[in-house]
Nanobody, 121 residues
Framework: QVQLVESGGGLVQPGGSLRLSCAASGTIFNINDMGWYRQAPGKQRELVATITRGGSTNYADSVKGRFTISRDNAKNRMYLQMNTLNPEDTAVYYC???????????????WGQGTQVTVSS
């Protein structure tokens, strides 16, 4: 069984910063791509940023230059440093991982339960 647990969300004023963490645990052989997604009220879930096992990154245009994704492969953790936050960043942020549970298993997609980020004065 695999679990992805996000943490670090909360209420922050416009212009502020937050750092989200995602911890993967359970029966894990290898984690390939990981990513952060978000879903605002009344909107579809959207990609925020992704990172490969080797560290290559990709960002949504709306967060480029403000957010930084990183990961620690040894600890099965991923992070999202969010700076210069604005109210449009308010959403539930989800951790996503493409991983194998054994050497012989297919790569499957796993999601965390989400963490709320609210940007408001």
């Amino acid at each position: 069984q695999v679990q992805l647990v996000e943490s670090g969300g909360g209420l922050v004023q416009p212009g502020g910063s937050l750092r989200l963490s995602c911890a993967a645990s359970g029966t894990i052989f290898n984690i390939n791509d990981m990513g952060w997604y978000r879903q605002a009220p009344g909107k579809q879930r959207e990609l925020v940023a992704t990172i490969t096992r080797g560290g290559s990154t990709n960002y949504a245009d709306s967060v480029k230059g403000r957010f930084t994704i990183s990961r620690d492969n040894a600890k099965n953790r991923m992070y999202l440093q969010m700076n210069t936050l604005n109210p449009e960043d308010t959403a539930v942020y989800y951790c996503n991982a493409q991983l194998q549970t054994s050497r012989w298993s297919f790569t499957q997609t796993y999601w965390g339960q989400g963490t709320q980020v609210t940007v408001s004065s």
